[in-house]
């Protein structure tokens, strides 16, 4: 079990209010809603109507709720059990609504982008704050591979369109993963992986401009 | 459909294990869902054909579009009608399957994004059996997925995949030859390698290749072997007095150990097989041409087959699949046994519409069951690579004629078929038969003056009741005929004139056609000109 896990369960004991909880989803909800607006940038001006039309953003929000169950499992407390309610029909709303999948104990700390096309299959461990993921993705076992495991996407982490990124792996912070990779490996910091097999094609590069927007530049890291 | 439809259930029990009651089961997984709705489209294609049901179909079919169309706008899980599912079938996830225009065989799964279906020519994938084909694959095309294999996730198939294989990437390539797919497939130990599979009780298979000059085509052929789901057989290769000995025996190398090799003076391909008949232990015989290859299947359903029919078979056939080679060959044994016309021009014009092959039975169909007679006619014909023959019957029959260097697969067939044999065919396309491209039309009048020389042996040697001799009589009148013209064509395009009419007068004689005495006309008033025009009208044929 992660430090991380742990001090959620530390947090699993104290009592929460049903005023808290809904103060902390709100706020939560305004900060993701916050991010997909500036990423898209599209529409009439406001946060709402961004919130509407977002498929991503009804998945997060659904895997918010759907996390909170599972990290704060009270038999006795109503919050609970309303959380436990909205997530088996989120569970459903994922797949029928957005078309993806996104396991319930994913830690996604902060806001990510979740594709807005959905066929995004996720049972990654964590994913860090400020990334991006594109549509027709799958993360989750390597079956064939053999290894148990699962992976963790680190924070600023750009993954393209039909990205399958399977094993126990860590991608690191800032890290690209281009357009139709098949990723089996942990990728360092800041590095460009691409291919399938995929192969690390640039070490020190800043995707910053990448994760600006939701447009696919595909010639930033076909040199070298 | 019950059947497949609880077979399909067991196995997702199976891999979902802690699923909580068959009802949330089948609510949860989205794939058995959409199977539901096939396996209903299925039964219901199957039911039209049985009128009283109709009344039932008029029912059904709403709800089977109604259940279809669901599984298509919910999960986008697109399991068409056109594709052929065997039972314990498992779709993972969801999102993006397209299965159409396709046979998928038992025990498989597939994986969320994945795409299996036919290339734009309309001819689809055949996967066969406990096959696991992970997420984001492509399998289009007619591509053959051999039992057991894997295909990992986000490989796009680009040629065939052997049994056992693990496959990987894009383009996919093998990447491990034995490749144990039961604990990712989750079958139980007994479904996932059935008793008979070890090859204990299944006759041996002695596969039989002559070479002769074919360093370059015989790793292919080889590696088709060895990759074969049938694993009861041994090889013998029989080096026919290669020129090439030296680069032979290198390329042959990686597999000495598994093979019988034997070298002799190049006696014809006749001697060279029936050395290796003389060699060879096995209760059948599969013979295969050093420079054609079989489908991984290949054994496995002839095999089947041959032991399906009581008594056991004694010539088994199939489909072969006859494409152009782009690099000359130097030397070719016969690639058709009969007198039909050579198969180049039309395989020619299919590699220019289709950019592939064409089957053996388009150009020698064969139609009703193959008997002595029928092979005669020709209704049926037997390709060289494709045909596995009982080792007893072969010996019967008397082997190989090793004075006949045309023709002589032809000669053998005809004699084991008139030892009141059974055989069988199978329609399926198990093999592929190179032709090379040159002048053929030479190679087709040996072929066909062979053909006359065994028809003539036959005729005295055999002990043939009045039908079959009258068969046999009609058929050989023909091939004269037929040997005759080409023979006439060849000497007009050569400018001897008199010797095509007397070759043509010859053929009109057997051959009532209208063509053939204009040209006969023609030769006679305006030789020159009547060239000019049967070049240009052959040319353009071909």
Redesign the interface.
């Known amino acids: 079990m992660s430090p991380h896990h742990a001090e959620v369960d530390a947090l699993n004991s104290a009592p929460i209010t049903f005023a808290q909880a809904l103060e902390q989803f709100v706020r939560q909800f305004a900060a993701d809603a916050r991010f997909y607006h500036g990423l898209t940038r599209a529409g009439p001006g406001s946060p709402a109507w961004t919130a509407l039309r977002n498929r991503g953003l009804w998945l997060l929000t659904s895997h918010r709720v759907a996390h909170f169950c599972v990290r704060r499992r009270n038999l006795r407390s109503p919050v609970w059990w309303i959380a436990r309610l909205c997530k088996s029909f989120g569970a459903g709303f994922n797949?029928?609504c957005c078309?993806s999948?996104l396991a319930d104990d994913c830690e996604i700390d902060g806001v990510a982008y979740l594709s807005n096309h959905?066929?995004l299959?996720c049972s990654a461990l964590s994913i860090g704050s400020g990334s991006l993921i594109h549509d027709?993705c799958?993360f989750g076992h390597s079956?064939?591979?053999?290894g148990a495991g699962l992976p963790a996407i680190g924070k600023d982490v750009w993954i393209g369109p039909?990205c399958?990124i399977?094993g126990p792996l860590t991608v690191g912070d800032g890290a690209t993963v281009l357009p139709?990779t098949?990723l089996t490996f942990s990728v360092p910091p800041r590095a460009v992986v691409k291919?399938?097999?995929a192969r690390i094609v640039r070490t020190d590069f800043d995707n910053s401009q990448l994760r600006r927007s939701l447009s696919i530049v595909l010639d930033v890291a076909t040199d070298n | 459909m019950t059947t497949a439809f609880i077979a399909d259930v067991r196995r997702c029990a199976d891999i979902d294990q802690g699923h909580n009651g068959l009802l949330r089961l089948f609510a949860d997984s989205y794939g058995l869902q959409a199977l539901l709705a096939y396996r209903l489209g299925r039964y219901l294609l199957r039911a039209g054909r049985r009128y009283y049901l109709w009344p039932l179909l008029l029912v059904c079919w709403p709800i089977y579009y109604v259940l279809s169309r669901c599984a298509r706008v919910a999960y986008d899980i697109r399991l068409e009608l056109s594709a052929d599912i065997g039972p314990g079938f498992y779709v993972g996830h969801f999102g993006a399957i397209r299965v159409r225009r396709c046979r998928i065989g038992a025990n498989c799964s597939i994986g969320q994004l994945t795409t299996i279906s036919a290339a734009a020519d309309g001819r689809g994938p055949v996967i066969g059996d406990r096959v696991w084909i992970g997420a984001h694959t492509q399998i289009v095309g007619p591509h053959r997925v051999g039992s057991d294999a894997t295909v990992g996730a986000g490989s796009v198939v680009q040629g065939d995949i052997p049994a056992r294989a693990l496959c990987l990437g894009n383009p996919a390539r093998l990447v491990r030859h034995n490749y144990n797919n039961r604990r990712i497939l989750r079958l139980r130990e007994a479904v996932a390698y059935p008793d008979h599979a070890d090859g204990h009780d299944l006759p041996l298979v002695s596969v039989i290749i002559p070479a002769y000059k074919a360093e370059a085509y015989i790793h292919e052929t080889l590696e088709s072997v060895f990759c074969q789901t049938y694993h009861n057989f041994e090889v013998i290769l029989i080096n026919d007095g290669s020129p090439d000995t030296e680069e032979f025996e290198r390329a042959i190398a990686p597999y000495r150990d598994r093979i019988v090799y034997i070298r002799q003076e190049n006696r014809g391909p006749s001697a060279a097989r029936n050395a290796g008949i003389h060699r060879a232990r096995g209760e059948y015989l599969a013979f295969l041409d050093s420079d054609d290859a079989w489908y991984p299947t290949c054994l496995a359903a002839q095999v089947e087959l041959a032991l399906s029919r009581q008594p056991r078979c004694d010539l088994v056939y199939s489909d072969v699949l006859v494409y152009l080679d782009s690099q000359e060959r130097r030397y070719r044994i016969s690639s058709t046994s009969g007198s039909h016309p050579s198969p180049e021009p039309a395989v020619r014009r299919a590699a220019k519409s289709r950019g592939g092959g064409i089957r053996y039975s388009d150009i020698c169909p064969s139609l009703g069951p193959a008997t002595f007679e029928s092979l005669l006619r020709e209704d049926c014909q037997a390709p060289t690579s494709c045909t596995m023959v009982r080792r007893q019957a072969a010996i019967s029959a008397g082997l190989f004629d090793e004075n006949l260097r045309r023709a002589e697969d032809y000669d053998l067939w005809l004699r084991i078929a008139h030892r009141a044999s059974n055989m069988a065919y199978a329609r399926e396309v198990l093999g592929k038969n190179r032709v090379v491209p040159g002048s053929l039309s030479h190679d087709n009048l040996k072929m066909l003056e062979g053909v006359v020389d065994v028809l003539r042996k036959l005729s005295t040697s055999l002990d043939l009741s009045a039908s079959e001799r009258s068969v046999l009589q009609n058929k050989l009148a023909a091939a004269e005929a037929q040997v005759e013209l080409e023979r006439g064509k060849a000497s007009l395009l050569d400018g001897k004139y008199d010797q095509a009419l007397a070759s043509l007068r010859a053929a009109g004689s057997l051959l009532a056609n209208t063509k053939l005495r204009l040209a006969q006309l023609g030769l006679k008033f305006a030789p020159r000109l009547t060239r000019a025009i049967v070049g240009a009208w052959l040319t353009g044929k071909r």
């Open positions: 797949v029928l078309r999948q959905g066929y299959l027709r799958t079956v064939a591979g053999g039909d399958v399977a139709g098949v291919g399938n097999p």
